[in-house]
Structures are given as C-alpha cells and as structure tokens.
C-alpha cells in the first residue's frame, strides 16, 4: 500500500491550500482515512478523519471551522481543504489509512503558513 500526498507549500496567513493523498498498491477497496501533522518538538496530532463512504467526519479541535476533509472514491484520493490558515498550523502533513490488518502512512507534505 502506498500513500501520497501533495499540495503542501508556503502561504500566507488567511490563505488556503488543499492537500491531497492518493492511494494505491492494494485492491480498490476504501478504508476509513486521516490527516494528521507534527510541528517541530511536537507529537503528531490528529487533523480529520473520515469514513469509508466519506458520511462521517471528525475534526480536531484547532481546526474545527477551517478545515474540511472529504474524498473521491473513484479516485482513490482523500482531501483536506485547509483555510484561514494560522502559524501555528504550519507542519508535516501526512495522511493515514486505516485498513484490514494493516495501517499505512503517507511520506508527508510540509505546510508552512507565513505570519
């Protein structure tokens, strides 16, 4: 199973940026997947996350409002739409799925929001 993600970059503070993770290396079948992200000196905390059919989602706390997580099935792809960007969101972006008998990780994207 491989996962990767892009979309990751520098903006401004207010901006927005959309990152994606693709998923390949297995057969067709969705599994219920994640963002999360690590700043420096910091444990990797939990973003989003959503569903198999993509009807449940859940946020962490700090981005609650700002952030949006969805997916495409047909693409394989899962999003997060990231706006009102902050400083404190800059990170490592990695997506996460969660499949039957296995958990796999994306390599990361860097998100840096410029004050």
């Known amino acids: 199973v491989q996962l990767v993600e892009s979309g990751g970059g520098l903006v401004q503070a207010g901006g927005s940026l959309r990152l994606s993770c693709v998923a390949s290396?297995?057969?067709?079948?969705?599994?219920?997947m994640g963002w999360f992200r690590q700043a420096p000196g910091k444990e990797r905390e939990s973003v989003a996350a959503?569903?198999?059919?993509?009807?449940?989602?859940n946020y962490g706390d700090s981005v609650k409002g700002r952030f949006t997580i969805s997916r495409d099935n047909a693409k394989e792809t899962v999003y997060l739409q990231m706006n009102s960007l902050k400083p404190e969101d800059t990170a490592v972006y990695y997506c996460?799925?969660?499949?039957?008998?296995?958990?796999?990780w994306g390599q990361g994207t860097q998100v840096t929001v410029d004050s």
């Open positions: 290396g297995r057969p067709s079948t969705n599994y219920a």
């Open positions: 959503i569903s198999r059919s993509g009807g449940s989602k």
């Open positions: 996460k799925e969660n499949g039957v008998g296995y958990v796999a």
